[in-house]
């Protein structure tokens, strides 16, 4: 039973430019939730998809958008990328329900020059 | 808002002992679910334990066990017989009922020593 998988592993890009990271849910989930993780930090809340649609969103700019295609895999895109920017992006899959466990892959780490 | 806060950002204890990692948090939801997850080097952050606020009952899963203090909002996670395994960083997150997002603390640092 495949877990949360992400890729790529690493990514290196340069300030101004953008970047799209993707995500495949564990088996059986719905509802796929993004956060970000500076370094020494706990994640933060990006946003989350549920029947392709944006549910919920944290604190971040407009830069960072989101899709989930119908077999619930989802993106995340960041446009005009900041040396800021630069963390492990950690997706996280469940099943639809704020009740449900968050079940996270190995992050996506982005390191902006 | 939801806070969450881990006070001690580092600790250490020797295999086979027990060691206490706290967190303490602030909301205004009646109900709300409070987690515990490890993320070791590997960076994946795994789920170690689960309660629900509504329930008065710690939870435990095996050598994990938390001690939920509602009133106080305290939420602490006993680790008994320490394993070299168990050495990674800790978060406390919480999410309230009617929120998907969770909020997550600064981290502990936990090293086992042989």
């Known amino acids: 039973d495949a877990g949360v998988t992400q890729s790529p592993t690493h990514l290196i890009k340069t300030r101004g430019q953008q970047v799209t990271l993707r995500c495949s849910p564990k088996s059986g989930h719905d509802t796929v939730s993004w956060y970000q993780q500076a370094l020494g930090q706990g994640p933060q809340f990006i946003f989350q998809y549920y029947e392709e649609e944006e549910r919920q969103r944290g604190n971040f700019p407009d830069r960072f958008s989101g899709h989930q295609f119908p077999n619930y895999s989802s993106e995340l895109n960041v446009n005009a990328l900041l040396l800021g920017d630069s963390a492990l992006y950690l997706c996280?899959?469940?099943?639809?329900?704020?009740?449900?466990?968050?079940?996270f892959g190995d992050g996506t780490r982005l390191s902006i020059l | 808002a939801q806070t969450v806060t881990q006070s001690q950002p580092e600790m250490s204890v020797q295999e086979a002992e027990t060691v206490t990692l706290s967190c303490t948090y602030d909301?205004?939801?009646?109900?709300?679910?409070l987690f515990w997850y490890k993320q070791p080097p590997s960076r994946q952050m795994i789920l170690v334990i689960r309660?629900?606020?509504?329930?008065?009952q710690n939870a435990t899963e095996n050598r994990f066990s938390v001690n939920f203090q509602k009133a106080a909002k305290s939420f602490s996670l006993k680790i008994s017989d320490s394993q070299l395994g168990d050495t990674a960083m800790y978060f406390c997150?919480?999410?309230?009922?009617?929120?998907?997002?969770?909020?997550f603390g600064t981290g502990t640092r936990l090293k086992v020593l042989a």
């Open positions: 909301t205004s939801e009646n109900n709300y679910y």
């Open positions: 997150a919480s999410n309230g009922a009617g929120t998907y997002k969770y909020i």
């Open positions: 996280a899959s469940s099943l639809t329900g704020y009740d449900q466990p968050q079940h």
């Open positions: 309660q629900e606020a509504y329930k008065q």
